[in-house]
């Protein structure tokens, strides 16, 4: 191997352990642990991709997101996981493992949709439903995208059966947009959505509707 390709290999394999993600257009570095009361949103790891096989490969899981497919194929996680450090270096995507006691339950992210706006999205293992850590995960995810990645409006969607889901947000103080369609992997074709948004300036949201 040659030395510089030593180096790109070198530079590959470190990326997946530094603690911090950088943002080409800013110059800037931004943090990739971050602490709630009792989680921790962390990098995944390639040993995450079994519980995330197992996790996500429920249907109940499953069938509320939009790109988990259902049944989850073998092989699926660990290629999510290989992809994270090139959509962080894009800036299309940065996927956070949900850590609670050490253990891992579940993942929360932003990442660009179709347009330039950030999109929060998160799923929780069943077991640790109605604890409270969708909400906690996504209000540290809030201020991750304001104040990290300085966003100025972060877009959500849930289907329209999804009530948690929506009180997730409102929670985090989003506010419902609009109503339309979004593709759903595990249900192979689109399904009706409610759209979200919250905006970085407190002022703008409370000008717009509930
Ligand atoms: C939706 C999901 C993320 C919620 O996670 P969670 O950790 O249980 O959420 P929280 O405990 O923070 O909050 C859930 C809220 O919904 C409420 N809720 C739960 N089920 C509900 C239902 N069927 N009808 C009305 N409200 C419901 C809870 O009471 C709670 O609200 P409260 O605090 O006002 O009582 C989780 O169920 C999940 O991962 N589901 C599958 C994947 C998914 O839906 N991802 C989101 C895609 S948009």
Redesign the pocket.
Known sequence: MAPSEARTELWREMAGHLPFSFLPAEGRLVNLYLRTERLTLRPFRPDDARAVQSLAGNW??AR??RRIPHPYPDGAAEAWIAGHDAARADTAAYPFAIDLAAEFI?AAGVSRGTGLDLEL????GEP????????EAARRLTKFAFEDLRADRLLA??HVD????G??LR?CGFRHANDGYSWSAAHGKDVPVRQFVLNRDPAVNESGPR
């Open positions: 109940k899981v509320m997101t579940g999205g998160y799923w929780i640790w439903w109605g604890k409270g850590i969708a909400t969607r849930h999804n009530t948690a889901s009180r997730v929670k």
